[in-house]
Every structure is written in structure tokens, then in C-alpha cells.
């Protein structure tokens, strides 16, 4: 079987945060543990290669500026993009929530339309248990997402909810064990599914299962560029079966994300059809302010103005140069 490409003119657009606050602050699901924190320079280097690679595969990537909450680095939590609505996200555990503001506030500015559950509509947490495949609603449900937040969610979308029950308690995000690659093609990892819920995924799309030790590397956290796909390294014979379907693999080392739970996408928040807005910067200007080391130094200097006080010696994480001079 080989994959049917559209020939989509239009390039793939991810919005994504920089890791300046990344750390394990606490323990949410069963990755993070305090006395196991990310090294702060490789972590970096990691979210860059990743960024960097993402716009070499011809995909605009937008950033939103750093906040102190440590986990906003995994945008694909933010919440559900659909043409021009933004669903936010409600999530589960209060040391997440104070994240939901400024991706708000973020897709206001972009003039999306925006819409969030009614209050004590439950929890959903984002692209990170949400996929639209074709006119359904793919939400994970079980540790992180609630059932009636699904549905509450595919109606405001006008899309069919198909509820999937999660059961391996380190799978705890749909996006974990689950990639949707095309409209009728998904890798998954069958065992981190209750039965019933496996086999409805199986009779909405042609699923292909990963081995257990490439889905503990996060095999399924993929970011799809068409037919390019970005996957964590250390994941052979994934990249094998994805070859073999006619995709092209990259991959990114994810080690000090995985000490959080995450890997490449969750990092990357696919937008589609970005809105253009009156007040909002253009994107040609998000474009080159982030096209070179500037973009770093602005940064460190000016997006943190605590940051070069901290660190007397700000270098640009892209490229290890002393940043410009300050304004
Ligand atoms: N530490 C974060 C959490 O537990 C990781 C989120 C990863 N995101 C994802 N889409 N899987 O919420």
C-alpha cells in the first residue's frame, strides 16, 4: 500500500512556545519526576533542532512568547484549531491552568473565533487527545480528557464524537499512542486502549501498531508536514514502516521533553488556515524576526528582561553567538 497525497498548495503552520521556563516542576502523569530534571542547554537545543527543522520542511512556525508556567512549551495542549475556531483548552490539573490565558489571548489577537467548555463542562485537554479525522471528533478520554467534554466539544465543532477510551496510564494523552498521518492512515499502539475503543480506531482509519519499546520512545508523537513526518529518535522500526508507506521520516532527539511526558508534537500546535488580522503583527514579520539569531536575542533580552541578569552571558541557543546589542 502506498499513501495518496493532496496537493495541498498551502504549507502547514505550528505554533510552538520556547522552552526558556521548561522544568519538572511537578508530577502529573508518570514520566515527570522532580528528582529527574531536563538538562536546561540540551533541552533547548532539542526544542531548536526541532523548530529549525519543522521550517526546513517548508512549514511556518509562529511563537508565542515564553511565559513562567513550565509545561507551555507543549503547545499541542493548548486546545483544538478547526478552520477558524480555537476550542480552548480545560485542563485537568491546576498546575496547567494558568496556561489556558495566553493561548487565549494569543488566538484573539489572531482573530480566531474562540470557544471553550461551559463551566464544570468537564476537562479537555487539547490536540494533546484531540484529532479531526475527516467530519469525526477522535478524543481520548480516561486520565486527562472527560467524556461529556468530548461530545460538549464535537457539537460546538459540528463534528461526529467518537469518544476512545485510554487504559495504560503512561499513555495518558491520546497523541501518546495515537498519530493520525492521513485522513485514512494512523499509527497507533494497540495496548493502550481499552478493546472496544481499539477497534472502533481501527474501523475509522487503517491503523499500523508500533512496538511497546519505540512507544515508550514516543514512536506516535509525530509531526505530519504532508508527507514528511518528524518522529523521536530512537524508533527504527517505526521510521521502517513509515518508509515502506511512502512517507519521508526525520528525526529529533526528545530525551529532556520525554522527562515531561512529551515529545515532538506535543511541542507543535498545527494551526490551519491562520486568519489574518488588523491589529495582529503580519506574518511576514513573525517570519523573519525568527528567521535568524536576532530572533534568540530578542528573546533572552527583551521578550524576559530578568533573563540577562540571571545569565550574565546570553548566547543565541540557535547558533551559540553572542546576541546583538541590547536596544
Ligand atoms: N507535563 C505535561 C503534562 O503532563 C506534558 C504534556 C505533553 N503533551 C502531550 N500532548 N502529550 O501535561
Not at 461530545?151 to 493520525?180: G, M, N, Q, V, W
Request: glycine share 4%.
Amino acid at each position: 500500500m502506498f499513501i495518496q497525497l493532496s496537493h495541498a498548495k498551502t504549507k502547514a503552520s505550528f505554533l510552538m512556545c520556547p522552552p526558556l521556563h521548561y522544568k519538572i516542576s511537578y508530577s502529573i502523569n508518570p514520566w515527570m519526576n522532580r528528582e529527574n530534571q531536563p538538562n536546561y542547554k540540551l533541552a533547548w537545543k532539542q526544542w531548536v533542532d526541532l523548530y529549525q527543522l519543522i521550517k526546513t520542511l517548508g512549514a511556518q512556525v509562529t511563537l508565542l512568547k515564553p511565559t513562567l508556567n513550565p509545561d507551555q512549551v507543549f503547545s499541542s495542549d493548548a486546545g483544538i484549531v478547526f478552520n477558524n475556531i480555537f476550542f480552548s483548552s480545560t485542563f485537568r490539573f491546576a498546575e496547567r491552568q494558568n496556561e489556558t490565558s495566553y493561548w487565549m489571548q494569543w488566538f484573539l489577537e489572531q482573530g480566531y473565533q474562540t470557544l471553550s467548555l461551559r463551566k464544570n463542562g468537564g476537562y479537555l485537554e487539547g490536540s494533546g487527545d484531540a484529532f479531526v479525522v475527516r467530519d469525526s471528533l477522535i478524543c481520548g478520554t480516561g486520565f486527562r480528557s472527560t467524556l461529556t467534554a468530548a461530545y460538549e466539544c464535537a457539537e460546538a465543532l459540528a463534528l461526529r464524537p467518537e469518544p476512545i477510551k485510554l487504559s495504560d496510564r503512561r499513555f495518558y494523552h491520546l497523541d501518546t499512542c495515537f498519530s493520525k498521518l492521513t485522513d485514512d492512515l494512523a499509527l497507533f499502539f494497540p495496548k493502550a486502549f481499552q478493546p472496544e475503543s481499539c477497534r472502533r480506531l481501527e474501523n475509522l482509519l487503517e491503523c499500523f501498531a508500533v512496538p511497546e519499546e519505540e512507544a515508550l520512545r514516543f514512536a506516535c508523537n509525530i509531526v505530519v508536514i504532508d508527507r514528511d513526518l518528524i518522529l523521536p529518535s530512537g524508533c527504527p522500526k517505526t521510521r521502517d514502516l513509515l518508509e515502506n508507506l511512502g512517507f519521508r521520516t526525520h528525526e529529533v532527539e526528545m530525551s529532556e521533553f520525554i522527562k515531561a511526558g512529551g515529545a515532538s508534537k506535543c511541542l507543535s500546535l498545527k494551526l490551519s488556515n491562520l486568519p489574518q488580522s488588523k491589529s495582529a503583527p503580519s506574518q511576514e514579520h513573525h517570519a523573519n524576526r525568527q528567521s535568524d539569531c536576532r530572533f534568540f536575542s530578542w528573546l533572552c533580552c527583551k521578550c524576559e528582561p530578568d533573563y540577562r541578569y540571571r545569565r550574565t552571558k546570553c548566547i543565541c541557543f540557535a547558533t551559540g553567538l553572542a546576541p546583538h546589542p541590547y536596544p
